[in-house]
């Protein structure tokens, strides 16, 4: 595959790359760091690239296994899960504030998730992943995967009302 082929293919999801590693990987820099990793590798296979059926779906599965290997490692000590903050210009300074908070709760709450919730619902949710994708990614069935979904959206949900309930804690 020449150059200018392979970037058709894969710059088109280069940033879902960048925002799943970003939520595995503490840092903008070491999440910048696995996504050109990751761009590297499958530059290295390009000649293989075109046999994957889906090569978007393959490159996140670099993404994430890269990313979960990384944390594991001794040189990630001090990486954590974390959720990218945003902001919206076109937003008072008051509803940016209150966005501000309600991503640093998610980012909490999520932070509490088990592994397998946190991935799935930021591949749903965030991301915006059909349900067969999210099967083929994380090599789950489609039941597993709606089950984890039901069960983080329930905590997300049962922390969000507590927060608003009984204010912050």
Not at 8 to 29: G, I
Not at 84 to 107: G, I
Request: glycine fraction near 2%; aromatic fraction near 8%; proline fraction near 2%.
């Amino acid at each position: 595959m020449k150059q200018a082929e392979f970037l058709n293919v894969v710059m088109p999801f280069k940033d879902k790359l960048y925002r799943l590693a970003k939520r595995l990987l503490v840092s903008r820099e070491e999440a910048e760091d696995a996504t050109q990793e990751i761009l590297l590798k499958l530059w290295s296979k390009n000649e293989a690239i075109e046999e994957y059926k889906n090569v978007e779906a393959f490159a996140m599965t670099m993404t994430k296994n890269f990313c979960l290997d990384r944390l594991k490692s001794k040189q990630a000590n001090n990486l954590k899960l974390v959720h990218s903050n945003y902001s919206d210009e076109s937003t008072s300074l008051q509803r940016q504030l209150e966005a501000e908070d309600s991503v640093k709760w998610m980012e909490r709450i999520m932070d509490e998730l088990p592994e397998q919730q946190k991935m799935v619902l930021q591949l749903r949710d965030v991301e915006q992943y059909e349900f067969e994708e999210i099967c083929e990614l994380l090599d789950m069935k489609p039941t597993a995967v709606r089950v984890a979904l039901s069960r983080a959206r329930k905590v997300v949900r049962q922390e969000l009302i507590k927060k608003h309930s009984y204010g912050i804690g």
